[in-house]
């Protein structure tokens, strides 16, 4: 079995600040993480592999820096990961990112059978939860997006049965392998490596592909020239300011309420 | 036709139901197509025996309806849907693109967007059409709803955008409304569908709580005082229709599950209403709530810095406030109809 | 079966003690494994924040061209004793400090910890991160001969262990080098906030002339309620970092939420002013050994060495700890590498190394203070009485217009003696001699 992952190294959103100046991201300090979707993925594909042998490559799109990433990848148990980094990449939107993931991916089908593409089902820091069926689209494989669970899988027969959510509910989809799944926190609970693949990874150093090693990308389609979304204005929403507050102690506590209602009401959020 | 625009909206549909958001869309494709000249509002609608929707989405503003109506169609799956709508956008050329950011329609509008390689800004909150370029200007919050984005999309057509459910308003439908049907063929058979749906295990109402898309939550702290309380903030959430939210301190306390919990080592959310009772408002906690709409907040402590957050404080017991507020709610809903949220 | 994993040294805890001495035996050809339990190295650790040069050269000669993070050289230092309304300042500014590179600078600790462990990672040894060590491994002579990770199969063997874990020194203990849990009466607690600034802001409140100058000030006082402990503002890059400490029993025994006294500090009318329109970026609480000389672990045992906070290396006097540690790691790495060429890592050859921390500042100066805690807490209210009578008698020394000067003169002393007998004023000072002295 050969599963490849997708992963992203973002900005932990929850730690995230701006400059109120210029309207930028303040990304000093703030700590890189695998994208947490992403990380499933990884578990998922590491399970995989513990019951039907074979290996688990990563690859992601990022600076020097997102190498670190992959290195997490290894002690989840990943056995290659791949950096594909440039300065000709950046700067690209999901249509240009899709189309440097798929490349590398049929790089890699033409090495040897892949049967899994796994990706996140979204990067937290864009939450645009796109790159996924573009990049099913690009290599024309069945797609399997917001899958929760995988209940079978089947690498010899080539099919699988996956479980996927949607707002009425989890629809258990079968399909044809290799497909693409796009998942969920639920599709694997991540368990702690094993000290000896924590130290394995630590010596490892992952691969760094280029825009025109060992694949040569097709510059009209990466970075910033194969990107039509450009961002024209990024801007801090307003900070709250504090409303008002009234005292039970002062109005007693059915005209504070009232009040309080009134001023939720006039909000127009929620109808009461 | 060289100076039509066309405004496309997906009409989404399931199990022969149209999703409320397409409604949403179609007033957001009229106001645009008000700022852009020669431009007309049309539905782009897939599926298996749906053609009565498209009377519908006549009587919201659409002045035509392109409909594929085939056996395939009958549950979505990503591939014959992005297949049959990327041959409409390639026979017809629409200038802008609308889709819903609901799971089936984020998940079909990148496949979309890649087939006829084009721009797509996802998860959007405002349209606008720019002034000076008369394109699409698409609005959407980025990391964590800490920033806001304007993208644009200059060079390739249609421009696409996917919009959050629920953010912009929903128009009353005219009594009437007449539009011109265009029928188009799939041309894909069930062969050519790799994936297929065995079956759907509808969503129990269990323990599946969502707390990051809710719309309503009920936040309690250690002001709670006892695990007990927590059955107070049930009862409240529950008649607005939310779900119940936990500061760490409880939940460390083991009050509630972990699920619940809010703030940065939690979850974070960006309900409509948000009411804490009892929370301090310590900044891992504030961090997770400031995306929230309407924060109200119920804290005996004047000075407790959730104040300094919330659209409206009351400072008082909470154990004497949320009986009453319960009360206030049950006794104007036994004047007015049932809950709904508002799209406001 | 999982093959054994061994290493020629295991350092518990990746912090200022745990990185100095990796480095010292990495650098001599051990094979050491450097186990921290943060996402990465200073993830979990914060301080005041100023690190002393000496103790870093000493450990790395050229880690200037190694460039460390920090923030600003400190340019001036100094106290301020705060009563409820006003201050007293006793400031130290000099050309002296005005060099590069100067003898200390504030810094964060995510950023300077990250970069120190990097350099160890390229002197060779291997850094594990988010693996917590919870407990020794020892042989059937009860020789410590390896440590037991909280991860699947993580058992690690190595004949020799430096226990740097910091002052919550579970491990330490578990091992039988303390023989009691640490008494809240010698642990302090101290909370701080880092407050971004504008680097332009920060040098206008401060009277710093650019990014080269920088100030450290402990602040005695109001600042705790005149409880016995101290309080800090240093000047940072983009920022101030502020903070308040207080022995752990005073936070217990007064009811005091330690964010609480921090909240009433910032809200100082002195201090106010400083942090207007800053943000608070990072907030934490810190415990600060402060058992002292008398009451040290052992440090040593056969197979393991212990270093820093971990062994209560801190003199907080002078607020330094990083310094101590990063000498005792040293110190400890120096030592494992002697024992390997020996092939000898019993507690008899191991105590060598407590005999060099005895001849270097580390436990001259933990020697010297050793009374400093006990004088704290004997004379509680030594920082509100003469704390708030120093800032008294400031206002009467320069408002006393038109009243004879030795009227004023006997009229501050009086003060002092009315608040304080003259007997109760002689015992604080000559405990406070004795604290000092040793
Ligand atoms: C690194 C780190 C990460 C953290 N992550 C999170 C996180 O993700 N989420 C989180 O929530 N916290 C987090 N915390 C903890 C956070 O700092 C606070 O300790 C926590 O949020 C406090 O929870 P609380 O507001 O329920 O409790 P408290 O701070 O104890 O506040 C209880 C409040 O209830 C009020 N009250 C008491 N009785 C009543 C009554 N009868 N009626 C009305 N009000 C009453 C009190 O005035 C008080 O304000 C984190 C802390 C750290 C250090
Ligand atoms: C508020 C405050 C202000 C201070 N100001 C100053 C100052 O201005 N100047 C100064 O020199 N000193 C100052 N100090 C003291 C200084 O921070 C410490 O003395 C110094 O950090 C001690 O270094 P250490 O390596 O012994 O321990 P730490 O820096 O505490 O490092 C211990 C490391 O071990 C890790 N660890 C712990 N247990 C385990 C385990 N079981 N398994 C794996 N890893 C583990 C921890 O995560 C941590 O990274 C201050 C301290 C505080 C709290
Ligand atoms: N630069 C990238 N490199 C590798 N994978 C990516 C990259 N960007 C996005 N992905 C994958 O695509 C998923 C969805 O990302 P997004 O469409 O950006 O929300 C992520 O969870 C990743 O699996």
Redesign the pocket.
């Known amino acids: 079995m050969h599963a490849i992952?997708?992963?992203?190294q973002v900005p932990d959103t929850s730690n995230v600040r701006i400059n109120p100046e210029t309207g930028t991201l303040i990304r000093e300090g703030v700590p890189a993480i695998i994208?947490p979707?992403?990380a499933h993925?990884v578990e998922l594909a590491v399970r995989l592999k513990r019951q039907f042998g074979g290996k688990v490559t990563v690859?992601?799109?990022?600076p020097p820096k997102a190498s670190e990433a992959l290195v997490e990848c290894a002690e989840q148990g990943a056995d290659r990961g791949i950096l594909?980094s440039d300065r000709k990449f950046s700067a690209a939107d999901?249509l240009a990112?899709s189309y440097v993931?798929a490349r590398t991916i049929e790089a890699l089908m033409a090495e040897g059978p892949v049967d899994l593409l796994l990706?996140?089902?979204?990067?937290i820091d864009?939450?645009?939860?796109?790159?996924?069926p573009g990049v099913a689209t690009r290599l024309g494989l069945p797609l399997i997006s917001y899958a929760v669970g995988v209940e079978s899988f089947d690498p010899i027969a080539r099919t699988g049965v996956v479980h996927r959510r949607t707002e009425r509910g989890i629809e258990v989809l079968q399909t044809t392998l290799p497909a693409l799944l796009?998942v969920e926190k639920e599709i694997a609970a991540i368990e702690r490596a094993p000290l000896a693949d924590v130290i394995r990874a630590a010596q490892y150093t992952p691969e760094v592909w280029s825009a025109s090693e060992p694949v040569a990308f097709d510059v009209a389609k990466i970075g910033i020239k194969g990107s039509p979304t450009i961002v024209g204005k990024a801007y801090t929403p307003p900070p709250k300011k504090a409303g008002a507050a009234v005292k039970v102690a002062e109005k007693g506590v059915a005209s504070t309420v009232t009040e309080a209602l009134a001023k939720v009401k006039a909000a127009g959020v929620v109808k009461i | 036709m060289s100076d039509t625009k066309r405004i496309w909206v997906l009409i989404e549909q399931e199990e022969g139901k149209a999703h409320p958001v397409s409604w949403e869309l179609l007033g957001a494709a009229q106001r645009l197509a008000a700022e852009l000249p020669g431009a007309v509002v049309e539905g782009v609608l897939l599926g298996d025996g749906v053609e009565g929707i498209a009377a519908e989405a006549y009587r919201y503003g659409a002045t035509k309806v392109y409909l594929i109506d085939d056996p395939v169609l009958n549950v979505y799956r990503n591939a014959p849907y992005a297949y049959g709508i990327a041959n409409l956008v390639k026979k017809y050329t629409p200038e802008i693109f609308l889709v819903g950011a609901t799971t089936l329609g984020r998940d079909l509008a990148s496949a979309i967007a890649t087939r006829v390689a084009t721009g797509l800004t996802a998860d959007c909150t405002e349209l606008a059409i720019d002034p000076d370029k008369h394109i699409l200007a698409a609005t959407r919050p980025t990391f964590g709803g800490n920033l806001m984005a304007t993208i644009l999309c200059k060079t390739q057509r249609p421009q696409m955008a996917t919009v959050r459910p629920r953010v912009l308003p929903s128009p009353t439908p005219a009594e009437t409304g007449a539009g011109e049907l265009v029928r188009e063929p799939l041309g894909m058979t069930e062969a050519d569908v790799a994936v297929k749906l065995l079956k759907v295990i509808p969503t129990d109402s269990g323990e599946q709580v969502d707390i990051e898309y809710a719309d309503v939550i009920v936040a309690g702290g250690r002001g709670l005082g006892a695990p007990e309380g927590f059955k107070l903030l049930e009862e409240l959430a529950e008649l607005l229709g939310g779900v119940v939210g936990a500061s760490r301190a409880v939940v460390d306390a083991g009050w509630i599950n972990v699920s619940r919990q809010i703030g940065q080592t939690g979850k974070t959310v960006r309900p409509k209403l948000f009411i804490a009772a009892g929370i301090s408002g310590a900044i891992q906690h504030r961090v997770g709530i400031t995306g929230s709409d309407f924060i109200l907040a119920i804290n005996s402590d004047p000075n407790a810095p959730i104040f300094s957050v919330a659209d409206y404080g009351i400072v008082g017991d909470l154990y004497e406030v949320l009986p009453e507020l319960i009360n206030q709610i049950k006794a104007q809903r036994a004047g007015h109809g049932a809950p709904e949220v508002a799209h406001a | 079966m999982p093959e054994k994993l061994t290493f020629d040294a295991i350092v518990v805890g990746a912090g200022p003690a745990g990185i100095s001495a990796a480095i010292v035996m990495a650098r001599s050809g051990l094979k050491v494994m450097l186990i921290e339990r943060g996402r990465f190295a200073g993830s979990k650790n914060f301080f005041g924040g100023v690190l002393y040069t000496h103790a870093l050269a000493d450990v790395l000669p050229d880690y200037w061209e190694r460039k460390p993070p920090f923030e600003r050289p400190v340019t001036e230092q100094g106290y301020w004793f705060l009563s409820p309304d006003s201050v007293m300042r006793v400031m130290h500014k000099s050309q002296h400090y005005q060099k590069d590179p100067a003898e200390s600078y504030t810094a964060l600790r995510s950023g300077f910890d990250a970069w120190f462990a990097q350099q160890a990672v390229s002197h060779g040894a291997l850094l594990i991160t988010k693996t917590t060590v919870v407990d020794g491994i020892r042989d059937a002579k009860g020789r410590v001969i390896g440590v037991r990770t909280d991860r699947p199969d993580g058992d690690v063997y190595a004949p020799i262990v430096i226990v740097s874990e910091g002052v919550n020194n579970l491990l330490t203990q578990k091992l039988g080098l303390m023989k009691a849990d640490l008494p809240p009466r010698l642990i302090a607690l101290s909370v701080k906030e880092y407050i971004g600034l504008p680097a332009k802001e920060v040098e206008t409140r401060f009277n710093l002339s650019g990014a080269k100058e920088g100030m450290a000030i402990d602040i005695f006082g109001d600042a705790t309620l005149g409880l016995p402990g101290t309080a800090f503002l240093y000047t940072d890059k983009q920022g101030i970092s502020i903070g308040v400490g207080l022995l752990l029993e005073e936070f217990v025994h007064h009811k005091l939420k330690p964010y609480e006294v921090l909240a009433r500090f910032k809200n100082h009318p002195v201090i106010k002013p400083y942090l207007a329109g800053g943000e608070t970026l990072e907030y934490g609480a810190h415990l600060i050994p402060e058992f002292g000389y008398d009451r040290m672990p052992d440090l040593a045992a056969d197979g393991v060495l212990v270093a820093g906070d971990a062994a209560g290396m801190v003199d907080a006097l002078h607020r330094e700890g990083t310094n101590l540690a990063m000498t005792a790691g040293r110190l400890a790495g120096e030592t494992a590498v002697e024992a390997h060429k020996r092939n000898d890592f019993s507690a008899g050859f191991l105590k060598g190394y407590r005999q060099q921390l005895e001849s270097s500042f580390v436990l001259k100066d933990l020697k010297q203070y050793r009374r400093m805690t006990d004088f704290l807490d004997s004379t509680p209210h030594f920082m509100s009485t003469y704390v708030n009578y120093l800032n008294d008698a400031a206002l009467r020394y320069f408002s006393a217009h038109g009243l004879p000067k030795r009227d004023m003169e006997d009229n501050i002393i009086k003060m002092l003696f009315q608040r304080r007998s003259f007997f109760g004023v002689a015992r604080d000072m000559l405990k406070l001699l004795q604290g000092m002295r040793g």
């Open positions: 992952v997708a992963i992203k994208n979707y992403d993925a690859i992601t799109m990022g594909i999901t990112t993931l990706f996140g089902k979204q990067a864009g939450d645009t939860a796109q790159v996924g796009t």
